[in-house]
């Protein structure tokens, strides 16, 4: 039997489709809410205990099922400047399939020190960081914004040291982002202003869930700044988060924040980066307070996901009424 070419195409691509029509559909998978990475600092004892080291950190990540990290500089030898350290650290990522996000910077003076020599000596400081963040691939540096002097005085202080600083940071393709961390830079309120007045698109913020002691009362007692509010008034700069937890209840919720709803603030933003496993509590070991706070945040992330699910379906099935 002779067939001729242009009906045997004609005929392969009718089978073809056919063939398609009968296949199952397999079904995407959607991207999480949020990823999870994990903080060098969850495990601040043990490395400073030495039963893990440095460049151990991303093996300990891989062991959890984490893909990410988030370093601190004060476990880097040699005041960061060590370079075959940077070189046996990104090959120890590579070997775990990890990846770096930032690297925490402490101790490198005030970025807004109201001596304009200290506020440029400390904006140096952190180059030698910035160096280290993008040689290990990272996205940003992670910074404090200490000053002294008035509400209005300390915001255009910080402001000028850190825009000095996100000029360099965008020298080497990073961004500087600030962590509410003590003083009025646990304000959420003085926070956002100060990055206002930056206004330089490489700065950015690191809300953490929990650091908003601002203070101590003429009483004597710890001073506090709305934590939901300020992770509010903070994500619009967010370039990371941090999931602070210090203990857990029977059913494993954090004790002292509310993660379904200070997650629901975060994915509300429009966040959909890492959220930072930061483990700081005592009752539990270290390892032990990262697997519950791990196992929270999954659990949190499912609820909001499936909530977000059953919100889509229904406007969906309203749109089908209301074209009929």
């Known amino acids: ?13 009718a089978w073809c489709v ?3 029509a ?16 994990l903080a060098e600092w969850s495990l601040h004892r043990a490395l400073r205990a030495g039963d893990v080291k440095h460049l151990g950190f991303p093996g300990v990540a ?19 400047a060590d370079r075959d350290h940077w070189r046996d650290l990104k090959k120890a990522c590579a070997d775990e399939g990890i990846e770096s996000l930032l690297i925490m910077c402490d101790g490198l003076g005030d970025l807004g020190d109201p001596d304009d020599a200290r506020r440029r000596t400390a904006v140096a400081a952190h180059e030698i960081w910035l160096e280290a963040a993008a040689f290990l691939g990272c996205h940003s540096i992670r910074v404090n914004a200490a000053s002294r002097g008035s509400f209005e005085e300390q915001q255009k202080l910080a402001a000028d040291g850190l825009r000095a600083l996100a000029e360099r940071g965008d020298a080497h393709g990073l961004d500087v982002i600030v962590e509410n961390h003590g003083g009025l830079s646990s304000n959420g309120k003085w926070l956002a202003g100060v990055i206002r007045l930056v206004d330089h698109p490489r700065c950015g913020t690191l809300p953490d869930f929990g650091n908003f002691r601002i203070g101590r009362g003429a009483d004597g007692k710890d001073e506090w700044y709305d934590r939901y509010q300020g992770v509010e008034e903070l ?3 967010a370039r990371a988060v941090s999931a602070k937890s210090h203990d857990f209840d029977a059913e494993g919720n954090e004790t002292s924040t509310d993660y379904r709803r200070m997650l629901s603030i975060v994915v509300r933003a429009g966040y959909r980066g890492y959220v930072g496993i930061e483990y700081e509590g005592s009752r539990l070991g270290e390892r032990e307070g990262i ?19 059953e919100k889509k379906d229904g406007e969906e099935a309203g749109h089908e009424r209301g074209g009929r």
């Open 235 to 237: 994500m619009p700069f």
């Open 62 to 80: 891989r062991g959890f099922g984490i893909d990410a990290v988030e370093y601190v500089n004060t476990f880097f030898p040699g005041k960061g």
């Open 18 to 20: 056919g063939s398609a």
């Open 291 to 309: 697997a519950a706070t791990k196992a929270l945040l999954e659990r949190v992330r499912g609820e909001l996901e499936a909530a977000a699910q």
């Open 22 to 37: 009968l296949r199952p559909a397999v079904p995407r998978r959607r991207a999480p809410l949020f990823s999870i990475s």
């Open 1 to 13: 039997m002779h067939v001729d070419r242009r009906r045997f195409f004609a005929y392969s691509a």
